[in-house]
């Protein structure tokens, strides 16, 4: 079973930074494709970023692209979402999600089986 939890939101002004954990049951991130979703109050949920499970290289939307960045930490079974230059179009409830994924499916919410429950990032000032 798979179990992924998210934490590091909060409150931030504009242009500043925050990261974010997602802390994943054993043995998931070597099997599975981590993505990171959010969504916005009133919006669909979309894709930010995602790292397969042997790739060091990340993928990214184009909106974040340049300023977040995710990386992994094996022996702590985590993954995390640094993110940097916070505008108020980042705010937004952010998820964490492990599937199966081909490349060209990355972007896909319904390509991820696994969800965490989220953690809320607001930009104001």
């Known amino acids: 079973q798979v179990q992924l939890v998210e934490s590091g939101g909060g409150l931030v002004s504009p242009g500043g930074s925050l990261r974010l954990s997602c802390v994943a049951s054993?043995?998931?991130?070597?099997?599975?494709?981590l993505g990171w979703f959010r969504q916005a109050p009133g919006k669909e949920r979309e894709f930010v970023g995602a790292?397969?499970?042997?790739?060091?290289?990340?993928y990214y939307a184009d909106s974040v692209k340049g300023r977040f960045t995710i990386s992994r930490e094996r022996a702590k079974n985590t993954v995390y979402l640094q993110m940097n230059g916070l505008n108020p179009e980042d705010t937004a409830v952010y998820y964490c999600?492990?599937?199966?994924?081909?490349?060209?499916?990355?972007?896909?919410?319904?390509?991820?089986?696994?969800w965490g429950p989220g953690t809320q990032v607001t930009v104001s000032s």
């Open positions: 999600a492990a599937g199966r994924v081909i490349t060209s499916s990355l972007a896909s919410q319904n390509a991820y089986g696994y």
């Open positions: 054993e043995r998931t991130l070597s099997s599975y494709t």
């Open positions: 790292i397969k499970p042997t790739s060091s290289n990340p």
